[in-house]
T-cell receptor, first 113, second 116 residues
């Protein structure tokens, strides 16, 4: 079993829809969780980050972590064509020994006008 | 304007040649990373460096080499020993993990390497 699982999609939604993107993980030591957005042929850009369990909201984006289920989500409200991109989750444990980020493979999202 | 630059954007290599990809950052970050991205494979870590003059192998270091002589620069050499080098290469940097628990990484625009 891979450490981080992410459905690659592609996921197509109409403009204005609510989008739910998800990752599951197996390493219970993961404490810090991030979401990146990557446009085609560009480098990933950091969207949001959360610590441990709970929700974090930033504009149309909400990141949610459920550590008991080892499940994280990114919700996009009122989706726009400009949200069309690949979304990668990333996570790491606590402490110097778990310095590196572990990435999901990414979910490709298309928002249709 | 702070950020990470990578050059060139596109690179073509003949089989048997070594090529060097450039990565420069002016964010004053201590740590730098090289990833390889292939379709359906996600990001795979090649090498990383936490401080100047020190670096460690990542998950797929074979056929690659790096140096870290300056804090701002972390060039990656793809050697002829790398059997399948055609990929999208991403450089990233992060502040020291002692200063940021998340170790959030910031990425450059990438270099697309094609072997002819």
């Amino acid at each position: 079993q891979k450490e981080v699982e992410q459905d690659p999609g592609p996921l197509s939604v109409p403009e204005g829809a609510i989008v739910s993107l998800n990752c599951t993980y197996s390493n219970s030591a993961f404490q810090y969780f991030m979401w990146y957005r990557q446009y085609s042929r560009k480098g990933p850009e950091l969207l949001m980050y959360t610590y441990s369990s709970g929700n974090k909201e930033d504009g149309r984006f909400t990141a949610q972590v459920d550590k008991s289920s080892k499940y994280i989500s990114l919700f996009i409200r009122d989706s726009q064509p400009s949200d069309s991109a690949t979304y990668l989750c990333a996570m790491r444990g606590a402490g110097a020994g778990s310095y590196q980020l572990t990435f999901g493979k990414g979910t490709k999202l298309s928002v249709i006008p | 304007d702070g950020g990470i630059t990578q050059s060139p954007k596109y690179l073509f290599r003949k089989e048997g040649q070594n090529v060097t990809l450039s990565c420069e950052q002016n964010l004053n970050h201590d740590a730098m990373y090289w990833y390889r991205q292939d379709p359906g494979q996600g990001l795979r870590l090649i090498y990383y460096s936490q401080i100047v003059n020190d670096f460690q192998k990542g998950d797929i270091a074979e056929g690659y080499s790096v140096s870290r002589e300056k804090k701002e620069s972390f060039p990656l050499t793809v050697t002829s020993a790398q059997k399948n080098p055609t990929a999208f290469y991403l450089c990233a940097s992060s502040i020291s993990p002692t200063l940021s628990s998340y170790n959030e990484q910031f990425f450059g625009p990438g270099t697309r390497l094609t072997v002819l």
